[in-house]
């Protein structure tokens, strides 16, 4: 079976997915990580591959850019595909001045303005958590590998790109939020609707305080520690 945004047969996703952004970060996970590679997916160019690490069956797929692209992809790969947990290994961007670049961050929530939720199913809150089942893992799978890992909620927003300055000091200060992202809300809020588990981990890759920034290459291929833990987990 089919949708239309994943050419995917039932039986070639794995039950846990790995969910980058980029679609070649996901290509990268599959091709330097992972054995007995298959390709499951390449509509639009967001590629899904299902392999195994350490023997285990893991899949890795792209979900795009911000709520509405990982709304679609994540809800059929929980709703018609079966997976059971995806955790998306992404990048954000710091409001802390103790963030600094590659650092990695467990979402312990999501804070966002946005309306996914109350739009897909009514939902009003704005703070939607994380899986603590799976954060608690991820915890002890970083300390086993000495990854250092930093905990916290996160802004997951609508805009790349705003007019208006962002408030970030209420964003600290207020919302107690760490970082900047724009997918974990819409993800974790589908894993609740559907009854699945949702994580999230994050490599920051530029800073709102310092204003340093990583390269695009070394946001497809440089990311490692993030991802050594989700596949270790998985």
């Known amino acids: ?82 997976v059971k947990t995806i955790i998306r290994i992404g990048s954000a961007g710091a409001y802390s001045p103790d963030l600094h670049l590659f650092d990695v961050v467990m979402v312990t929530e999501s804070y966002s303005e946005s309306n996914y939720a109350r739009s897909q199913n009514g939902f009003k809150r704005h703070l939607i958590k994380a899986s603590k089942t799976v954060n608690n893992k991820i915890a002890k799978v970083a300390l086993r590998l000495e990854i250092p890992l930093i ?22 200060n207020d919302k107690h939020c760490l970082a900047v992202e724009m997918e974990s809300f819409a993800l974790f809020h589908n894993a609740n609707a559907l009854g699945k588990k949702a994580a999230c981990l994050l490599t920051i890759s530029d800073s ?13 291929t440089a990311f490692t520690n993030m991802m050594k833990i989700a596949l270790e987990l998985a």
């Open 151 to 172: 905990a916290g909620r996160i802004h997951s927003s609508d805009v790349f790109y705003h007019e208006n300055p962002i408030d970030r000091e209420s964003l600290v």
């Open 1 to 82: 079976m089919s949708t239309p945004h994943n050419q995917a047969e039932i039986g070639q996703i794995a039950k846990t997915v790995l969910m980058p952004g980029d679609p070649l970060r996901a290509k990268f996970i599959a091709d330097t990580f992972l054995e007995n590679v298959v390709c499951f997916n390449n509509v639009r160019n967001m590629y899904g591959y299902t392999g195994t690490y350490h023997g285990k069956s893991i899949s890795v797929m792209g979900s795009g850019m911000g709520m509405p692209s990982i709304g679609i992809y994540s809800y059929e790969l929980y709703k018609f595909y079966d």
């Open 208 to 220: 709102l305080v310092t204003h340093e920034e990583t390269t695009a290459e070394q946001r497809e």
